[in-house]
């Protein structure tokens, strides 16, 4: 079994920072399972770390595609796959980070739904999103799997028809799959999970400041140089956090400071999905980072972990 370190927690709560740190005391690499990282010139609002902040530490699944292409969590799966494979065979330990549950999942369980398709079915529902708007396929998905509608876009029509799909043809809906593979852990991987949370009103106010420091950053000016590069606002990649906020802003939709506020209330809530989202795998040892006086400490104490888990001591 390939070692695995798994870094999960809500977004703000500080996962690449100290995932780089641990990297450079275990000679690792990182592999992120951030689902908008993936994409090309989006830097800003994802919270990309720099070619600085990475101190010298390999990260992969970062800048894969632009915004305007598709993206699945089975290619996911497939691409990082192949190089946790490949960082261990260099003798490195391999670092899977980030806040995208989904994402997670697809490496260190087994997602048996993955395999169903019926592309005839695919077809006639692509023909009545063309015909009645992407909304007619969102309410249907709303009726039979409210938990996954909750976290999509009406536009992301992709995933809304493969999720009306595995519910036709395995009559459960995919968020079913989703959450009993937590219980079904991938045997190719030893993983060591750990999460990062904090007291929540702290979480918070981190989101707030992180979100000034992107607007002071250039947010705004990057969202309208991809928008002048013709990613448009119904492209899922547009539709993420802090892009379909300053989209409505420079669209006239409203004001800055509404956008703003807006984007802190929406990462606020996401951030609460997150938690709940992982909370359910109790495969995690969780650190509370703001009970700890330093990152030293922090990172003392995760290599603890690491240590105990793979006999390094």
């Not at 979480?203 to 969202?223: P, Q, S, T």
């Not at 802190?264 to 495969?283: G, I, M, V």
Request: net charge positive.
């Amino acid at each position: 079994m390939i070692p695995l370190i798994v870094i999960v927690g809500p977004t703000a709560v500080g996962k690449t920072e100290i995932s780089i740190d641990i990297a450079l005391r275990l000679n690792g690499e990182i592999v992120s399972a951030d689902s908008m990282q993936i994409y090309k010139y989006m830097d800003i609002g994802t919270a990309k770390p720099t070619i600085e902040e990475r101190k010298g530490v390999p990260h992969f699944m970062i800048d894969i595609i632009t915004p305007d292409q598709e993206f699945s969590v089975a290619l996911y799966k497939e691409m990082a796959s192949k190089i946790i494979k490949e960082i261990h065979e260099r003798g490195h330990m391999p670092i899977l980070t980030g806040g995208t549950g989904l994402y997670v999942n697809s490496i260190i369980n087994i997602m048996d739904f993955s395999s169903t398709a019926d592309w005839r079915l695919r077809e006639e529902l692509k023909e009545q999103a063309k015909m009645y708007g992407n909304e007619y396929l969102y309410n249907k998905l709303r009726e039979i799997d409210p938990i996954t509608s909750a976290r999509l876009h009406p536009n992301d029509i992709r995933r809304i028809i493969r999720a009306l799909e595995v519910y036709k043809l395995t009559g459960k809906p995919i968020s079913y799959y989703q959450l009993t593979t937590q219980n079904r852990p991938n045997p190719d991987y030893d993983v060591l999970m750990i999460g990062l949370t904090m007291d929540r009103e702290k979480l918070y106010n981190r989101i707030e400041a992180r979100v000034d420091k992107m607007i002071r950053a250039g947010l705004v000016d990057e969202v309208r140089w991809l928008c002048e590069k013709g990613y448009k606002d119904n492209m899922i990649a547009m539709q993420g956090l802090g892009y379909k906020e300053i989209i409505r802003y420079l669209d006239g939709q409203c004001t800055l400071e509404e956008a703003i506020n807006t984007l802190k209330r929406n990462t606020r809530r996401y951030a609460k999905r997150q938690l709940t989202w992982f909370r359910r795998d109790k495969r995690i040892h969780w650190i509370y980072v703001d009970q700890f006086s330093s990152k030293e400490e922090i990172i003392k104490n995760i290599l603890e972990l690491v240590a105990e888990k793979y006999n390094l001591r």
